[in-house]
Structure formats: C-alpha cells, structure tokens
C-alpha cells in the first residue's frame, strides 16, 4: 500500500493543471490531518487553516456580494449579484426592488461541498466560484452556511437548506419577471449536491417551486462497494476510507450507508414517483471513485420518470470546477447557463 | 478601496498579487489562481511545492501516528504560505519538536476572564437586511438609510442648506422605525454625527473627559469581546516572547485601568521555570486637579504581582498625545526584552498637520530603535481613513452596523448603554471631525502591514494555538455569530464572516549595521 501512493500522486498529476494539484492535494493532506480515527474532528484547526474572505459590495468582476443573517435561523446567506452600471449604486444594498420587473433573473440556491464537514459559505473557494457562477450565468447566487457534521449530524443539514428556500422564497428583492416571483435553481457540489436533492424532495412534496437541480458530483454512496470505488480508490485525491469516514460523521450514529440519506435509490428509500420533482442536471467527473452511485442516481430519476440531463466529463477529477484552467470548467458552465435560462 | 481582487489573495498587500505584475520578471508573481483560492504561491515555485506536497503524503501515509501530532500538538501558522506550511510540517515530522507545555496557556483562560457567558436571545439583525419584521417597518428602514446616504452625500458636497432640511427629514423618519434596534438604532447615531457636523462644526467632537471615557470604555470592555480579545491575544504573543528571558519591560501605549494586565502578571508568575523580573510603562492621558490616575493603576497591579511573587515595577508616562511621549521617557534597560503593546492607538497618529507631516513615522521610528522583541499590534479592521467623506461615510455605515448588531445580544441594558456611548464617540470623530481633530482614522489589516513593513518591521505569526485559545474563549462568553479567523499570520474577530478588529504582532527587522 505504502509503495503504490507514489504511483498514486503521479496519476493525478498527469490530468489536472500543476495550480489544481497542489491546491487539491492540500486539502486532501490537511483534511487527512484534522479527521481523528475516533470519528471526532478537529474543528478549531479546521477553521485555523481554512482561507475566508469576507463579503464585498465594491464590484469584482462585474460580481459584488453580501451577507444575510436570517433571523429565523441565524444562518449566513452570501448573496452574490451583477453589479449595476451606476457607480454611486455601489456599497449601497437596495433591498426594497425586485431583481427585474421584465426578465427572469434565476436564484441559484448554491451548497457548499466539504462532504459536510469542511468549508463554509465564506471559503475562498466557494466565494471564488459562486462569484465566477453568478457572472458567466447571470443569476443571483445565495451561498448557504448550513451546520456541518459530526458537531451537527443529519438531518441538520438539510434543514438549514429547507429553512434557505423557504427564505429565498419570501425575499421581494430576489422577485423578477412578469410573474413577480423569485425563479429558485438548487445546486451544490459534492455534498452540497446531496443536500440539493434532499431539499428538492422536501419542496416536492410541499409544493413549493424548484425549477431546477444542478448536482455537481453529488455524493451519494451505499453499503455495497462499487466497481468505480474499487478502482479508483486512493488514485484521483479521494479515498473510499475517507468516504467512509464521512458518513459515519454525518449519519445518525450506528447506522450505514444504505441509510436514505446516502443511498438515494437503495433498498430504505422512498420512491419519487408521481412527485413533482425538478428537472436535475447531473455532472460526474469521470476519475470520481464516487460515480457509479450518481450515475445510478441519474438512472433512478429516469425510471421515476424524472427529467435529468447527464453532462459526464470523462477525464475530470473532484474539484476540478475550483479553477478556470481546464476545458470542463468551461463546459460546466455552459451548461448551467443554459438550464437556468432555458425557462425564459 | 477593494481589497478582495479576484487574482489577489485576502489580506495580501496591494502591491503584490496578479500575474499581470509589471516588475517584469515572471520569477516573481504570485500564481493569480491560487491567490483567489487564499493560497499565495510564487509560479516559480510551484514544482517545488508539488514536490514537497507529494513527500509530505508519503510520508504521512507511511507513519500514521505522526499526523496525530501535527494536529494535535504541532502549532501551525500563516496556511496561506503553502510553501512555508508544507515545509514546518515536513520538518515537524522529522524532528518532532517537545510539545508546549499546555497547562501554561490554559491558565490565562481562567484568570483573565471571569465573565459568565451571554447565550445568545434574540434573532440578530444582519447590518444588510433592513427589517424588523413588520413589511412597513422594513420599507421605513430602507427609506432611512436612503436619505441618510443622500444628506451625506450633500454633506460631501458642501450643500450645507440641502443637508440641513435632509437631517430635519431623518429626524422625521426616525420615529417610525424602532429606535432600539437594528436600522433604527445605528442610523439615530449617524444622524446626530451628521448633525453635529452641520449644525456645531465647532463643538462637534463630543466632551473628552479622561475620566468618562475610562468609564465608558471599561463598559465596552464588557459588553463585547473586541478588547478582551485584544488582550488576550496580545498577552499570549507577549508571554511567548518573553519566554526564557529573565527581565522583561512592557510598554503599554494607553493603560486605561490595566485591565490587560493581571492575567500577564498571573501567566508570568505560572510560567515554568519562575517568573522574570517584570517592569511595566503604561502610557495615559494627564489626570486632572493633581490627581495620578496612573500611579494608582501601578500600584494596585504592583500589589497584585506581590501577591504572586512576581518581581514589579511600574512607571506611569502622562503624555495627552502618543507623539509628545519621547524614548527618554520609557527608560529602557539594554539588558531587558522589550513588548511595545498599542491597542487601538496607533492610528491616531495618521492625521498630519501641514508642518509637521504625520507622527506615525517618527513613532514607529523610536518604537524600531527600542529594538523590541515584538510589537502588538491591534486595530479596528475599517478604511475610515480615506479622503473622501462619502467613502468614510458608508465604511462606518457598515462597520459600525455591524458592531452594534453584535453588541445586540448583550442583555444587562444599562451596561449596554454606556459601551453603546463609547462606539458613539468614535462615530462622532469618524463623522463630525476634520485635520488633526480627527483621531479616529481606523485603516485595514493591509494598509498596515504595507505601513510597519515599510517602517522596518517584521511580522511574527500568530499560530494555530492562539487561534484555538481565543476561539475557546468566545465561545465561553459571548454570544454564537463572533468569529476568529486567520489571515496571514494575523487573527482578526470578527460578527457574522466580517472581521472587525485585526490583532498582529511584530519585531524589528536587524540591522545590516547593528550597534552592540
């Protein structure tokens, strides 16, 4: 085992920039650091390492932010928008106007990654591609900063996402088009994505409108050790002990991984049939130990009778949406853009 | 002023940053990437770091029980040096350094602060969203900040008139907003700032008793963590520098009532080993009719160190300004170490008079020839100091918004109250006050670093440990929504992701040609 991990580093490195290696192996290596084998975790050395930026109205690329509290929940919402043409208009948040009284601006309701442990709403990484998000998409992103585990534990998480769409919903100033409603897309990457579909679940079943999933490789696993798992384990940055590990810190203690919140279409889940979910656009990166489970994902919303839309990047790792420097950074994009306007 | 550029890292100083660099040399610049990813990486050096990253896997993969210690004892500082963090974990790994002991620092928690803990009761306001809860109240809040940038604007533009009948509005709107919170509440003060400046230009800088700030202040001190924070932070990077050293002199630019400290005396007298001999200089305004203020401080702090065996001695230096202070005065002992500790004083010294230039050079030239150990550093993280007023205007806007936001949670009224009036004051002086009358000229955490580079200082990091210890700290204390965070070996505190007080520390550069 000790032997192969050089092996291991090398594979990585010859498909992703020599910037998203390091950056990836970084969090991979501290990561490995703040996980203790009691299933315990580092949290004050976490914060300690983890880059933040704090929001900013003065436009940065067409792209200025800030932050919410919502009252109900204490929650950090980061807003992300396009900055407007007037100039005096910076620094100044007019929340009393809807987004547009014409066109449709899409609200990207957007969850972190970290499989539920790492990062939040302020990570650099995170604010760097919400900002990249709203620009190229021209939409109004709301970053979430939900409670992460093991210090809060399933189901928290996506209570914190239900209580973010209930709040984005009831926002005048996130309102546009003829219709004067807020167009709400879910998305979130990794473990964000898995709180996506949770949450889209719930708003399905409430009757409140989602107009769309975007799951950027949502983690989903299950008790079964998949062909994908087995063969790429250890090689593209992920390992399946790590997976592991971050189950057991999410899910309610003592149970497994075919636990419904894991295991999407498993052997304990209900089904989706006849319930009025999203359209979802999938996104699985091709070296993602991960895949078999989402793209079986994908075939459970197709048998369910949901529309879903597979966009598969065959030599793409984990993380590889953090920097623009790669071609399925740019797909990726593309293809957002045009799921959340194809509605107008 | 934007800080956050997309290809510049957070915190980093202006000058550095993108790829498109114009030094000319492509050895240089910062990977622009990376940067926006909070990780300032020369491209030169990016196979190196590869190589170490890669050798640091290895070798955590190959001794398991190694990367126990790197989290749990190793003290980590500055991850946004990847270079510099590889590197101190490689060589943590093949020389394992002895642990600190623990006991050391555990103890300032509780010495220094007794204070139970304020749980947080009602829902806080973020300084962005304008409600209150009823849609009419919202609607009034918006239209209060609305006007209230206008009347500044006009204010900026020396439409005096305009200004005048703008406040006779606010006033008016005023009393449909709930005035003891949120909007209601930050926007009265500004009003009565702007007032001030448009009605009694003269008068505008509110009454400055000694003895009334001393009072106000200690009530800031406890109704929200920024000073202790201050403190705390500052004593352990202090008892760090005075490790293994036997005669150590802190100079204490603003002693107040030396809140700060007897949990130093307390951690010195703990240290293993003995405590060092400990001289004190605090620094403070005259006191009035004959009456020393700062002997009293002395020697009630001199009781308390003789009360835990810790050799004292305290000098007090009545100075009203930091710039009539000179070094004479301090009498520094070339045997001694040397902790210079300015909590919120420094930038008072940024105003410059037309003859005389700015006295922060001049101060931060005699801080250098003391040749301390270090230097802490704690400032209000704001740009109110730039030189348009509108632009000070909304800075303030937002940062005190969000300073009285947290203070919100703070339960016992009175006590409120008072730290409320202490913020007020420095509204008034951010607001009302011109030229050399204008102290409050708070600059951020860059602007700073760029300042004591400059002025031939390094910076020492604070670490992981004290990152953890003020964490642990707030949480005991204070009210969910303060948060520490790290940037570039500086600890900020801050409310809800917007750092509002940076604490750093630093030591003099060596001189090429040092005189022994």
């Given at each position: 085992?000790?032997?192969?991990?050089?092996?291991?580093?090398?594979?990585?490195?010859?498909?992703?920039p020599?910037?998203?290696?390091?950056?990836?192996?970084?969090?991979?290596?501290?990561?490995?650091?703040l996980?203790?084998?009691?299933?315990?975790?580092?949290?004050?050395?976490?914060?300690?390492?983890?880059?933040?930026?704090?929001?900013?109205?003065?436009?940065?690329?067409?792209?200025?932010?800030?932050?919410?509290?919502?009252?109900?929940?204490?929650?950090l919402?980061?807003?992300?928008?396009?900055?407007?043409?007037?100039?005096?208009?910076?620094g100044?948040?007019?929340?009393?106007?809807?987004?547009?009284?014409?066109?449709?601006?899409?609200?990207?309701?957007?969850?972190?990654?970290?499989?539920?442990?790492?990062?939040?709403?302020?990570?650099?990484?995170?604010?760097?591609?919400?900002?990249?998000?709203a620009?190229?998409?021209?939409?109004?992103?709301?970053?979430?900063?939900?409670r992460?585990?093991?210090?809060?534990?399933?189901?928290?998480?996506y209570?914190?996402?239900?209580?973010?769409?209930?709040?984005?919903?009831?926002?005048?100033?996130?309102?546009?088009?003829?219709?004067?409603?807020?167009?709400?897309?879910?998305?979130?990457d990794s473990?964000?994505?898995?709180?996506?579909?949770?949450?889209?679940?719930?708003?399905?079943?409430?009757?409140?409108?989602?107009?769309?999933?975007?799951?950027?490789?949502?983690?989903?696993?299950?008790?079964?050790?998949?062909?994908?798992?087995?063969?790429?384990?250890?090689?593209?940055?992920?390992?399946?002990?790590?997976?592991?590990?971050?189950?057991?810190?999410?899910?309610?203690?003592?149970?497994?991984?075919?636990?419904?919140?894991?295991?999407?279409?498993?052997?304990?889940?209900?089904?989706?049939?006849?319930?009025?979910?999203?359209?979802?656009?999938?996104?699985?990166?091709?070296?993602?130990?991960?895949?078999?489970?989402?793209?079986?994902?994908?075939?459970?919303?197709?048998?369910a009778?949901?529309?879903v839309?597979?966009?598969?990047?065959?030599?793409?790792?984990?993380?590889?949406?953090?920097?623009?420097n790669?071609?399925?950074?740019?797909?990726?994009?593309e293809?957002?853009?045009?799921?959340?306007?194809?509605?107008? | 002023?934007?800080?956050?550029?997309?290809?510049?890292?957070?915190?980093?100083?202006?000058?550095?940053?993108?790829?498109?660099?114009?030094?000319?040399?492509?050895?240089?610049?910062?990977?622009?990437?990376l940067?926006?990813?909070?990780?300032?990486?020369?491209?030169?050096?990016?196979?190196?770091?590869?190589?170490?990253?890669?050798?640091?896997?290895?070798?955590?993969?190959?001794?398991?029980?190694?990367?126990?210690?790197l989290?749990?004892?190793?003290?980590?500082?500055?991850?946004?040096?990847?270079?510099?963090?590889?590197?101190?974990?490689?060589?943590?790994?093949?020389?394992?350094?002895?642990?600190?002991?623990?006991?050391?620092?555990?103890?300032?928690?509780?010495?220094?602060?007794?204070q139970?803990?304020?749980?947080?009761?009602?829902?806080?306001?973020?300084?962005?969203?304008?409600?209150?809860?009823?849609?009419?109240?919202?609607?009034?809040?918006?239209?209060?900040?609305?006007v209230?940038?206008?009347?500044?604007?006009?204010?900026?533009?020396?439409?005096?008139?305009?200004?005048?009948?703008?406040?006779?509005e606010?006033?008016?709107?005023?009393?449909?907003?709930?005035?003891?919170?949120?909007?209601?509440?930050?926007?009265?003060?500004?009003?009565?700032?702007?007032?001030?400046?448009?009605?009694?230009?003269?008068?505008?800088?509110?009454?400055?008793?000694?003895?009334?700030?001393?009072?106000?202040?200690?009530?800031?001190?406890?109704a929200?963590?920024?000073?202790?924070?201050?403190?705390?932070?500052?004593?352990?990077?202090i008892?760090?520098?005075?490790?293994?050293?036997?005669?150590?002199?802190?100079?204490?630019?603003?002693?107040?009532?030396?809140?700060?400290?007897?949990?130093?005396?307390?951690?010195?007298?703990?240290?293993?080993?003995?405590?060092?001999?400990?001289?004190?200089?605090?620094?403070?305004?005259p006191?009035?009719?004959?009456?020393?203020?700062?002997?009293e401080?002395?020697?009630?702090?001199?009781?308390?160190?003789?009360?835990?065996?810790?050799?004292?001695?305290?000098?007090?230096?009545?100075?009203?300004?930091?710039?009539?202070?000179?070094?004479?005065?301090?009498?520094?002992?070339?045997?001694?170490?040397?902790?210079?500790?300015?909590?919120?004083?420094?930038?008072?010294?940024?105003?410059?008079?037309?003859?005389?230039g700015?006295?922060?050079?001049?101060?931060?030239?005699?801080?250098?020839?003391?040749?301390?150990?270090?230097?802490?550093?704690?400032?209000?993280?704001?740009?109110?100091?730039?030189?348009?007023?509108?632009?000070?205007?909304?800075?303030?806007?937002?940062?005190?918004?969000?300073?009285?936001?947290?203070?919100?949670?703070?339960?016992?009224?009175?006590?409120?109250?008072?730290?409320?009036?202490?913020?007020?004051?420095?509204?008034?002086?951010?607001?009302?006050?011109?030229?050399?009358?204008?102290?409050?000229?708070?600059?951020?955490?860059?602007?700073?670093?760029?300042?004591?580079?400059?002025?031939?200082?390094?910076?020492?990091?604070?670490?992981?440990n004290?990152?953890?210890?003020?964490?642990?700290?707030?949480?005991?204390?204070?009210?969910?929504?303060?948060?520490?965070?790290?940037?570039?070996?500086?600890?900020?505190?801050g409310?809800?992701?917007?750092?509002?007080?940076?604490?750093?520390?630093?030591?003099?550069?060596?001189?090429?040609?040092?005189?022994?």
């Amino acid at each position: 085992m000790a032997g192969s991990n050089e092996v291991n580093t090398n594979e990585a490195k010859k498909v992703v920039p020599l910037n998203t290696w390091i950056l990836i192996s970084n969090f991979k290596l501290a990561y490995n650091m703040l996980r203790r084998p009691d299933g315990t975790f580092n949290r004050h050395l976490a914060e300690f390492l983890e880059r933040k930026v704090p929001a900013n109205t003065i436009p940065v690329d067409g792209v200025y932010s800030f932050d919410v509290v919502d009252r109900a929940t204490n929650l950090l919402n980061r807003i992300y928008r396009q900055a407007v043409d007037n100039e005096a208009q910076w620094g100044i948040e007019e929340l009393e106007k809807p987004l547009s009284t014409t066109e449709i601006v899409p609200v990207i309701i957007f969850f972190h990654g970290g499989s539920f442990t790492h990062s939040s709403a302020n990570s650099a990484i995170y604010d760097t591609f919400c900002r990249r998000l709203a620009g190229i998409c021209k939409a109004v992103v709301v970053s979430v900063n939900y409670r992460r585990s093991p210090e809060h534990r399933y189901p928290c998480a996506y209570d914190d996402g239900w209580a973010a769409l209930k709040f984005v919903h009831s926002r005048t100033w996130l309102r546009s088009g003829k219709d004067s409603k807020v167009h709400v897309y879910l998305a979130g990457d990794s473990s964000g994505g898995n709180i996506a579909h949770h949450v889209a679940v719930r708003a399905a079943e409430s009757g409140v409108e989602v107009l769309g999933n975007i799951l950027l490789h949502p983690m989903f696993g299950g008790q079964e050790r998949r062909e994908s798992e087995k063969r790429l384990d250890g090689k593209y940055f992920v390992t399946v002990q790590d997976r592991d590990w971050y189950w057991r810190a999410y899910l309610p203690e003592g149970e497994d991984r075919d636990h419904p919140a894991c295991n999407i279409f498993g052997p304990r889940s209900l089904s989706l049939e006849g319930l009025n979910f999203p359209k979802t656009l999938a996104v699985v990166a091709g070296l993602d130990l991960s895949q078999d489970w989402q793209l079986a994902y994908v075939q459970g919303l197709e048998n369910a009778g949901h529309g879903v839309k597979l966009l598969f990047l065959k030599q793409a790792t984990i993380g590889f949406y953090f920097l623009p420097n790669n071609e399925h950074f740019y797909s990726l994009m593309e293809e957002i853009k045009s799921f959340v306007h194809s509605d107008c | 002023m934007g800080p956050y550029d997309s290809s510049v890292s957070a915190g980093s100083s202006s000058s550095s940053g993108s790829s498109s660099s114009c030094s000319g040399k492509p050895a240089d610049t910062i990977d622009g990437l990376l940067a926006g990813a909070g990780y300032r990486v020369r491209s030169s050096e990016l196979r190196q770091v590869a190589q170490r990253l890669a050798r640091l896997e290895t070798v955590m993969v190959n001794a398991p029980t190694e990367v126990s210690h790197l989290a749990n004892d190793a003290v980590h500082y500055n991850p946004s040096d990847l270079a510099s963090w590889v590197d101190s974990l490689l060589s943590e790994l093949h020389q394992p350094e002895i642990a600190p002991d623990p006991s050391t620092f555990s103890d300032l928690n509780y010495i220094a602060h007794t204070q139970a803990g304020h749980v947080l009761v009602n829902p806080m306001v973020s300084h962005r969203e304008l409600s209150a809860g009823t849609e009419i109240e919202e609607d009034s809040g918006i239209r209060l900040v609305h006007v209230l940038m206008t009347c500044a604007e006009s204010v900026h533009r020396g439409e005096l008139s305009l200004a005048a009948s703008l406040i006779e509005e606010l006033q008016g709107l005023l009393t449909s907003v709930d005035g003891e919170r949120g909007i209601g509440k930050v926007a009265g003060y500004f009003i009565d700032a702007l007032s001030r400046r448009v009605f009694a230009p003269q008068g505008a800088s509110l009454a400055d008793s000694a003895f009334e700030n001393a009072v106000l202040y200690h009530h800031f001190y406890e109704a929200c963590p920024y000073l202790k924070f201050a403190h705390f932070t500052a004593n352990q990077a202090i008892l760090e520098a005075f490790s293994g050293h036997d005669c150590v002199h802190v100079i204490d630019f603003n002693l107040m009532h030396g809140l700060q400290w007897p949990a130093l005396i307390q951690a010195l007298a703990l240290r293993p080993g003995g405590p060092p001999l400990l001289r004190l200089t605090g620094i403070g305004p005259p006191s009035p009719d004959g009456h020393d203020s700062l002997r009293e401080i002395g020697l009630r702090l001199a009781e308390l160190a003789r009360s835990v065996n810790v050799r004292f001695a305290f000098r007090g230096v009545a100075a009203s300004r930091l710039d009539d202070v000179k070094p004479w005065m301090l009498q520094v002992n070339p045997k001694e170490v040397v902790a210079v500790n300015s909590i919120m004083q420094l930038h008072k010294l940024l105003g410059s008079d037309p003859s005389r230039g700015s006295p922060i050079d001049p101060v931060l030239g005699w801080i250098r020839n003391l040749n301390p150990k270090i230097v802490m550093v704690v400032e209000q993280e704001a740009n109110h100091n730039q030189p348009e007023f509108l632009d000070r205007f909304t800075e303030a806007l937002h940062y005190y918004s969000t300073m009285f936001d947290s203070l919100e949670a703070y339960s016992a009224q009175l006590e409120k109250s008072l730290a409320e009036i202490y913020i007020q004051r420095e509204i008034c002086n951010v607001v009302c006050c011109e030229g050399l009358a204008r102290v409050e000229r708070h600059e951020p955490l860059v602007k700073w670093r760029d300042r004591l580079g400059g002025a031939g200082f390094t910076s020492l990091h604070l670490g992981s440990n004290a990152f953890k210890q003020a964490s642990m700290l707030l949480a005991l204390f204070s009210a969910e929504g303060y948060c520490v965070e790290e940037n570039e070996g500086c600890l900020t505190l801050g409310w809800h992701s917007r750092p509002l007080i940076a604490a750093s520390a630093w030591q003099a550069m060596p001189n090429i040609h040092s005189h022994e």
